[in-house]
Nanobody, 123 residues
Framework: QVQLVESGGGLVQAGGSLRLSCAAS????????MGWFRQAPGKEREFVAA????????YYADSVKGRFTISRDNAKNTVYLRINSLKPEDTAVYYC????????????????WGQGTQVTVSS
């Protein structure tokens, strides 16, 4: 069973940057597409970004294109989310997730989730 552990969240000022990390263990991480989601207070969890198993293809929600960058290092079993030009509306718990099958293609079905990392952006 795969386990995902997010880190890198914190309190930052608007305009700043963060890099979130998601460390995976328990199965062949490099075979699976990975995604990042976020949930703001009082709102439903929403898709942010995804990356295929090789890292060759990335996908973003329209609301974050140009500011968020997803990447992965399969040698380190880690997926990253770089967030630039942070805005107060980016405040949320950020979750990473793994696809349900190896070498999956969109639409992905993310079935394994981490516990989340809190990002708070002050104005």
């Amino acid at each position: 069973q795969v386990q995902l552990v997010e880190s890198g969240g914190g309190l930052v000022q608007a305009g700043g940057s963060l890099r979130l990390s998601c460390a995976a263990s328990g199965r062949t991480f490099s075979s699976y597409a990975m995604g990042w989601f976020r949930q703001a207070p009082g709102k439903e969890r929403e898709f942010v970004a995804a990356i295929n198993w090789s890292g060759g293809n990335t996908y973003y929600a329209d609301s974050v294109k140009g500011r968020f960058t997803i990447s992965r290092d399969n040698a380190k079993n880690t997926v990253y989310l770089r967030i630039n030009s942070l805005k107060p509306e980016d405040t949320a718990v950020y979750y990473c997730a793994a696809d349900h099958v190896p070498a999956g293609i969109p639409p992905f079905d993310f079935v394994t989730w981490g516990q989340g990392t809190q990002v708070t952006v002050s104005s």
